[in-house]
């Protein structure tokens, strides 16, 4: 059983920066990978980043390349994800999530465990 925990979210204009964490209580499997997924409203929900537990190799979807870094710290069970250069299109409820690494990143079903969700508003 993993717990996950999402904070960081909040109010920003465009062009800003914020840094969303995920601490996951219980030990992460090293065969895992950790997912950010965000839900606007009248959405689906869409997949953002994914980071390898014990490589640290990263998949990000197209839209916030080079905008928005994923990384991991395996010593404190915490997923980080960097948000830069923020548009009014990246507003929305920011998930974390955990998979078995082999599963495909993109498809939320491949997730088992989910936080609550950190909401992200970028004004423009």
């Known amino acids: 059983q993993v717990v996950l925990v999402e904070s960081g979210g909040g109010v920003v204009q465009a062009g800003g920066s914020l840094r969303l964490s995920c601490a996951a209580s219980?030990?992460?499997?090293?065969?895992?990978?950790l997912g950010w997924f965000r839900q606007a409203p009248g959405k689906e929900r869409e997949f953002v980043a994914s980071?390898?537990?014990?490589?640290?190799?990263?998949v990000y979807r197209d839209s916030v390349e080079g905008r928005f870094t994923i990384s991991r710290d395996t010593a404190k069970n915490t997923v980080y994800l960097q948000l830069d250069s923020l548009k009014p299109e990246d507003t929305a409820l920011y998930y974390c999530?955990?998979?078995?690494?082999?599963?495909?990143?993109?498809?939320?079903?491949?997730?088992?465990?989910w936080g609550q969700g950190t909401q992200v508003t970028v004004s423009s």
């Open positions: 999530a955990v998979r078995p690494s082999y599963k495909t990143y993109t498809d939320p079903r491949s997730y088992d465990y």
């Open positions: 219980g030990s992460i499997p090293i065969a895992n990978a």
């Open positions: 980071v390898n537990w014990r490589t640290g190799a990263s």
